[in-house]
């Protein structure tokens, strides 16, 4: 009857770190995606862009509220992919700080033009 239960405890703790391992590691759960090709990942991104210059001229009073959220995305970019990512964040901080500061229209329409141009050199390069 001892031996029976030793056996049951052994047994259960076998399984319990057979699931633990599992869990862990990923297993027998569904297999995840590749990650995107550098094609995909500048699509994305200028498709973000070109959506928001669309927004910003056709309503530039939520410009800036628009940019801010658009940012979160451009941030967490350029700190995962880098190289022109970093450049296309930063236009967009410049955009932003002239939108804060109730820059003139033509600055922000040029920094504007900045922001398509490194959006659509993502695609070029």
């Known amino acids: 009857m001892k031996n029976s239960i030793e056996n ?3 047994l259960l703790c076998c399984i319990a770190l057979i699931m633990i391992t599992f869990t862990a590691t990923g ?6 995606s590749p990650p995107p090709t550098e094609t995909e990942k500048s ?3 200028q498709k973000s862009i070109d959506d928001f ?3 910003a001229k056709k309503s530039p009073k939520q410009a800036a ?3 801010s959220i658009l940012m979160e995305s451009l941030e967490a970019y350029a700190s995962e992919y880098e190289g022109p990512y970093i450049e296309l964040r930063d236009a967009a901080k410049e955009l932003l700080s002239l939108y804060q500061s109730s820059a003139a229209k033509d600055k922000i329409d040029a920094q504007l033009e900045v922001l398509q ?3 659509s050199a993502l ?3």
Do not use: F, P
């Open 65 to 67: 509220q628009n940019l």
């Open 43 to 45: 699509k994305v991104a």
């Open 53 to 55: 210059i669309a927004a």
């Open 8 to 10: 049951y405890k052994q």
């Open 27 to 32: 297993c027998g759960g569904r297999e995840s």
């Open 117 to 119: 141009q490194k959006a």
């Open 123 to 125: 695609s070029a390069g």
